[in-house]
């Protein structure tokens, strides 16, 4: 029995290549849904080329225009998208004062831009159709502030706000919109921000920082983030819209 209600729908996940974006692909699979897998590594399509019910596509969510050529491309092939998950996203740290103008530009074009581009392309498609759901990955930086994480956290911030802001206009359409806000997981992003000491500094919290640690001890794995995109994505969450799903082991104790 599809309990989820999932089943035989079709989706498209971006950063699909590895970490939380595979994690989500492999769960939606799981729960029967034909996965469109965007990435914009072309090695997408060979990681995905034996999986049957999922395909792999090549795509930069800062391109507008091949953006809008895989939307098509995924609803000729595989038919109609129902879910759209906004995975895709970078991190790039260090303080203000010495941050790039590149990498201002980049964080944004990807974290914020890239989800303002998917999300209008496909949820075109979405309205005259008057079903669909939309989950947007961001982070639980963009409610808590976080040291030499200005750009990160305020690019995840502006992404949350669109995403509700996407909910509210198309609710009455019956799409729904939602957030899955992640706190620290266990995907190479995380691990790129590792020292010698590796998770410790994170379970327990850094004074010099101002960041507690995460109460429930332990890194969340990216399936656990999966999990959450899954149940707002399904039947389960049929009136649930415009909602920000902490998934951070109470590292932000909910501020």
Same mark, same amino acid.
């Given at each position: 029995?599809?309990?989820?209600? #999932?089943?035989?729908?079709?989706?498209?996940?971006?950063?699909?290549?590895?970490?939380?974006?595979?994690?989500?692909?492999?769960?939606?699979?799981?729960?029967?849904?034909?996965?469109?897998?965007?990435?914009?590594?072309?090695?997408?399509?060979?990681?995905?080329?034996?999986?049957?019910?999922?395909?792999?596509?090549?795509?930069?969510?800062?391109?507008?225009?091949?953006?809008?050529?895989?939307?098509?491309?995924?609803?000729?092939?595989?038919?109609?998208?129902?879910?759209?998950?906004?995975?895709?996203?970078?991190?790039?740290?260090g303080p203000v004062a010495d941050y790039a103008d590149e990498d201002w530009a980049h964080t944004f074009g990807v974290n914020t831009t890239g989800v303002f581009t998917v999300s209008r392309e496909v949820t075109r498609r979405?309205?005259?159709?008057?079903?669909?759901?939309?989950?947007?990955?961001?982070?639980?930086?963009?409610?808590?502030?976080?040291?030499?994480?200005?750009?990160?956290?305020?690019?995840?911030?502006?992404?949350?706000?669109?995403?509700?802001?996407?909910?509210?206009?198309?609710?009455?359409?019956?799409?729904?919109?939602?957030?899955?806000?992640?706190?620290?997981?266990?995907?190479?992003?995380?691990?790129?921000?590792?020292?010698?000491?590796?998770?410790?500094?994170?379970?327990?919290?850094?004074?010099?920082?101002?960041?507690?640690? #995460?109460?429930?001890?332990?890194?969340?794995?990216?399936?656990?983030?999966?999990?959450?995109?899954?149940?707002?994505?399904?039947?389960?969450?049929?009136?649930?819209?415009?909602?920000?799903?902490?998934?951070?082991?109470?590292?932000?104790?909910?501020?």
């Amino acid at each position: 029995m599809d309990q989820q209600g #999932i089943a035989g729908k079709v989706a498209f996940v971006t950063g699909a290549g590895q970490g939380i974006g595979e994690a989500v692909v492999r769960a939606l699979r799981a729960g029967g849904v034909t996965v469109a897998a965007v990435d914009r590594s072309a090695e997408v399509q060979a990681k995905y080329a034996d999986d049957r019910g999922i395909t792999g596509f090549v795509a930069d969510v800062t391109d507008s225009a091949r953006v809008a050529d895989v939307v098509s491309e995924v609803e000729h092939s595989l038919g109609a998208i129902d879910i759209l998950a906004n995975v895709a996203g970078v991190l790039r740290t260090g303080p203000v004062a010495d941050y790039a103008d590149e990498d201002w530009a980049h964080t944004f074009g990807v974290n914020t831009t890239g989800v303002f581009t998917v999300s209008r392309e496909v949820t075109r498609r979405m309205i005259p159709r008057r079903r669909g759901c939309v989950v947007t990955v961001s982070s639980n930086a963009a409610g808590v502030p976080r040291h030499g994480m200005a750009a990160y956290a305020a690019s995840k911030a502006a992404a949350t706000m669109f995403t509700k802001c996407l909910g509210l206009e198309l609710a009455g359409y019956g799409i729904r919109c939602n957030v899955v806000a992640p706190g620290s997981t266990d995907t190479p992003m995380q691990r790129a921000m590792w020292t010698d000491a590796g998770a410790d500094p994170v379970l327990r919290g850094d004074l010099d920082t101002y960041r507690v640690g #995460i109460p429930l001890g332990r890194i969340a794995d990216p399936e656990d983030v999966a999990a959450a995109v899954v149940f707002l994505a399904s039947d389960q969450a049929r009136h649930i819209t415009m909602h920000d799903l902490y998934v951070d082991g109470g590292a932000t104790l909910r501020a």
